[in-house]
């Protein structure tokens, strides 16, 4: 959650689904039916009603770079008051877009976003009067990292002097007109999570949460090349694409160790791209058509939800009901069925941002899609909420989209899962 915004990158995703359509798949043997299959309809207590707030290029907040921090407050607070409106109970904000951060970290500088000029410091603390502001309004607040995005430009010169890119440029890969850090070395990850942790320490936030970008979303005709790193540090892999799962496997591992070791009160959750594998191309995966996390962006995120290693998750379901390529109702039952047994909530990614837009398959014209969203995903016990994207959409709400939604499902306030 990327490039030119977060809704870009989701625009992206949608692209790529297009681009990347397999073959027809199978339904995937023993898979759960869209309807009663967890009866009797109980859940733990608490329900997840989020929104995410996306800073990368000024999606949502800041409304754009240089506001006065007095400003910058006042847009923050009142995204808050509005969750609160919309009897909503969490929300996730976007604190390191790109290798930088919302809050004096030691480690990366400032993110343009607030000033226009990285490694210029705000005049305030967002993230600390972030969480401050959120408990005092019964709200809790997930950090949001995107742990490899250096910038969405594959320009060093442009980035502050003193970025660990420039300072360690054997670190980066560029592709696709952009720089990331390369997961397959044990330095990058190690940093990684030193800059993450550092919010941990400091702040009492009540999750870490990444989102989909582990490596890259394929780009046609060019390659990510970390040969050297696979030649340094893939020693007895069978292929390069187990090597990169591997990395990430160690990624959230180590993360998820080193929350519960500094903040055991903190969740760690995930939301990964909606689709984890195609039954054409593996019969546990899912009865979809789609770009695959398994093997495009290297994110196992069905083992994480097995084995349990992380708190949450909440893969981005993104489609409409009846969706050929990834029908939301195929998708929950699926996911649903992976999150039975284990100690991972799962929570559903909403794609609030598609309610009436022109350019969208003619079901998110309808007002009432998403509130159809919630009403099936109800039949499953293990759905123990949902996460809307974004603030600006919850916000706006041309549509009427998530007034349907508060109307039909949150007429009360809920708590979140403990």
Same mark, same amino acid.
């Given at each position: ?143 949001? !990292? ?7 430009? =594959?320009?060093?010169? *442009? $980035? &502050?002097?003193?970025?660990? %890119? /420039? ?69 007895? !892999? ?7 799962? =591997?990395?990430?496997? *160690? $990624? &959230?591992?180590?993360?998820? %160790? /080193? ?160």
């Amino acid at each position: 959650m990327h490039r030119k915004s977060r809704l870009s990158r989701r625009a992206f995703a949608a692209t790529a689904l297009s681009a990347l359509v397999a073959g027809g798949g199978a339904l995937a043997a023993g898979a759960a039916t869209a309807g009663g299959s967890d009866s009797p309809r109980r859940r733990g207590p608490g329900e997840m009603r989020g929104m995410w707030v996306a800073s990368v290029a000024n999606r949502d907040w800041p409304s754009k770079a240089g506001l006065t921090a007095a400003q910058q407050r006042a847009e923050l607070i009142k995204l808050l008051d509005q969750a609160v409106e919309r009897h909503l109970n969490a929300v996730i904000l976007q604190v390191r877009p790109a290798a930088d951060a919302l809050w004096p970290s030691p480690y990366e500088p400032w993110s343009q976003v607030l000033t226009g000029t990285q490694g210029k410091a705000p005049g305030w603390d967002p993230l600390g009067t972030a969480v401050e502001e959120a408990h005092a309004r019964g709200l809790e607040l997930h950090a949001w !990292f995107n742990p490899y995005r250096i910038a969405n430009h =594959a320009d060093p010169t *442009k $980035l &502050v002097a003193s970025h660990p %890119a /420039r300072v360690h440029p054997d670190w980066v890969v560029t592709y696709g007109g952009k720089m990331y850090y390369n997961p397959g070395l044990p330095e990058v990850r190690a940093f990684v999570q030193k800059a993450i942790l550092d919010a941990v320490r400091k702040y009492p936030v009540d999750a870490v949460h990444f989102d989909d970008y582990f490596y890259p979303y394929p780009v046609a005709g060019q390659t990510f090349d970390d040969d050297a790193a696979f030649d340094a540090h893939g020693g007895g !892999f069978d292929t390069r694409a187990d090597w990169r799962r =591997a990395n990430i496997d *160690k $990624l &959230v591992l180590e993360t998820a %160790a /080193r929350i519960r070791q500094i903040r055991p009160t903190a969740q760690f959750g995930i939301s990964p791209f909606g689709v984890w594998r195609n039954a054409s191309t593996d019969p546990l995966g899912s009865e979809t058509k789609a770009m695959q996390a398994y093997d495009d962006v290297f994110a196992d995120t069905r083992k994480w939800v097995r084995e349990g290693w992380i708190d949450y998750i909440c893969p981005q379901l993104y489609w409409n009901i009846g969706f050929a390529v990834a029908d939301y109702a195929k998708l929950v039952p699926w996911w649903a069925k992976q999150a039975r047994g284990s100690r991972t909530k799962l929570y559903v990614g909403e794609a609030l941002y598609k309610a009436g837009d022109p350019a969208q398959p003619a079901a998110w014209q309808d007002p009432a899609e998403l509130s159809k969203h919630l009403a099936l995903a109800s039949d499953h016990t293990q759905v123990r909420g949902h996460v809307f994207f974004a603030a600006r959409e919850v916000a706006a709400d041309p549509t009427g989209a998530m007034a349907r939604v508060v109307a039909d499902h949150y007429q009360e306030p809920a708590e979140p899962p403990r």
